[in-house]
């Protein structure tokens, strides 16, 4: 059996994964909680609640689910604390998620953000886009 990977999941696929039930995003959760380790820190939480939480969304899915899926993937995250921030990103907004994978020895950081996807790799962290990660092996 292969060992697990250590992955580390951009709020944007989170989202995306929970708002369109069979999308890339969503097969790409799907086999991270099957084959992964899921990394987050308390920022890269916060962000996922902030962000599944708003009003808009929900048309798409109830809050009610929203919040339960919120409280699954906290349970299955390993959280990451970050000793010591990086500046990486071109938005440093989205160090935190550099933080949790180099902090967290990440082996990858699944994400649709190109001020990320930018950066692959970084310090020996891939960063591939969901649809790149259904492909990895």
């Known amino acids: 059996m292969n060992q697990r990977r250590r992955l580390v999941l951009d709020t944007n696929v ?6 369109r039930n069979g999308s890339i995003p969503h097969r790409a959760l799907l086999k991270a909680r099957a084959e992964g380790w899921l990394l987050a820190s308390d920022e890269t ?3 996922f609640c902030t962000v599944l939480l708003r009003e808009k969304f929900g048309v798409t899915v ?3 689910l929203r919040e339960q899926v919120l409280q699954e993937y906290e349970q299955l995250c390993t959280l990451i604390p970050i000793p010591a921030p990086i500046r990486a990103c071109r938005d440093p907004k989205d ?3 550099i933080e949790v994978a180099v902090h967290g020895r ?3 950081i699944v ?7 930018v950066l692959d790799p970084f310090l020996g962290v891939g960063i591939l886009t969901p649809a790149e990660y259904l492909g990895w092996a």
Not at 14 to 19: D, G, K, R
Not at 111 to 117: A, V
């Open 62 to 64: 109830a809050r009610v």
């Open 45 to 47: 939480l916060a962000e």
């Open 106 to 108: 990440a082996d990858l």
């Open 111 to 117: 994400t649709g953000d190109q001020d990320l996807l």
């Open 95 to 97: 160090d935190k998620f």
């Open 14 to 19: 989170l989202v995306s994964a929970v708002l």
